[in-house]
């Protein structure tokens, strides 16, 4: 059995979780998810407890037990706490700013990058750190990926966008430099 499958999900008070025959909706403080089940997986409410479990040990039942249960739980944990990443812009004369739904990025090119901000996520500007928050979880995270790619970290000056907790490994400039 899937180590990861067969772990139950509690629900937090305020989080109401509807099965129905192939979808499942997750309504909570935040807002509300909803995810489609593949035939073969089972979900199973019990009072404040939702447990996963697969029909048969088929190789593609039991690839989706430990997936779709790590689904549920990141819906309830998004519509009752949110998900959110930061990226830290280096740089001299970077900056950013947010102006209606789009996201203003002015990161060493000869213009402005507009980024439109989809919906369901929000963006807040701190200085140099951009704050990318919402209740998907993968939404948040492909947001925060493409926000990175505008303007990738270099190795030898650190300038970019990256992810807060991320670690750039410099390198030397000319090799005559360093000894």
Known sequence: MSRIGRLAISLPVDVELDTSADMINVKGPKGSLSLKL???????????VVSVSRVDDQKINKSNHG???TLINN????????????????GVGYKVNVSGSDL?????????VNFKI???????????????????KQQVGQVAANIRAIKKPEPYKGKGIKYIDERIIRKSGKSGKEK
């Open 104 to 112: 203003q990025l002015s990161v060493g090119y000869s213009h402005i």
């Open 118 to 136: 989809p919906e369901g996520i929000s963006i807040n500007i701190d200085q140099n750190i951009i704050n990318v928050s919402g209740i998907d």
């Open 67 to 69: 997936l779709y249960r």
């Open 75 to 90: 819906m309830v944990i998004g519509v009752s706490q949110g998900f959110s990443k930061k990226l830290e812009i280096n």
């Open 38 to 48: 593949v035939p073969g997986i089972n979900v199973v409410r019990s009072d404040n």
